[in-house]
């Protein structure tokens, strides 16, 4: 899938896959979340290749995921006590998932590619981003509940 990462110049995402930024919004508004301000909106394009995962991550902010183009992607998300899979895609009952802010999600590709869009409203910023591994006691807790998924961790 290089053409794919050439042709939109995807980067290496910190929680796995590629990504570029598509869209900042020039308007910004103050997070309730985080009490800062922020772009109203974000969006980028995602790309995950075979074998590769998003890692488990949170965000501040309620996130919209809008498939385009490939094989359907596996969305895990996990709200402190329970795990929910969605599967958007083509050939699936659903084209967009949305992952509710200060919920940790995952995701992984159910084929060769999968091509996706992420919208963060208010918009996405790295310092309100986390990975749960960091998070020690969660991981803990999370891999014994649910040791099945330790490869997104």
């Known amino acids: 899938m290089q053409n794919l990462i050439d042709k939109y110049n995807l980067a290496p995402h910190p929680e796995g896959g590629y990504y570029a930024v598509v869209y ?4 910004a ?5 985080v009490n800062k301000e922020r772009k109203a909106i974000t969006h980028i394009y995602f790309l995950l290749l075979k074998g590769q995962v998003s890692k488990f991550h949170k965000v501040a ?4 995921w809008n498939f ?21 895609g ?4 659903d084209y967009a998932a949305v992952v509710e802010g200060g ?3 995952a995701a992984e590709s159910t084929g060769d ?4 869009g992420c919208s963060v409203a ?13 998070d020690l006691e969660t991981k803990e807790k999370f891999l014994e509940k649910f040791p099945g998924y330790r490869r997104f961790v």
């Open 103 to 105: 919920i940790y999600q």
């Open 122 to 134: 208010p918009g996405f910023e790295f310092e309100d981003f986390s990975l749960l591994r960091d």
């Open 90 to 93: 083509s050939g699936c009952s």
């Open 29 to 33: 508004v103050t997070s309730p979340v």
């Open 113 to 116: 590619y999968s091509l996706v």
């Open 24 to 27: 900042e919004s020039k308007q």
């Open 61 to 64: 902010h309620d996130e919209i």
């Open 68 to 88: 385009y183009e490939g094989d359907p992607v596996k969305l895990i998300k996990y709200n402190g006590s329970t795990v929910e899979e969605d599967i958007i």
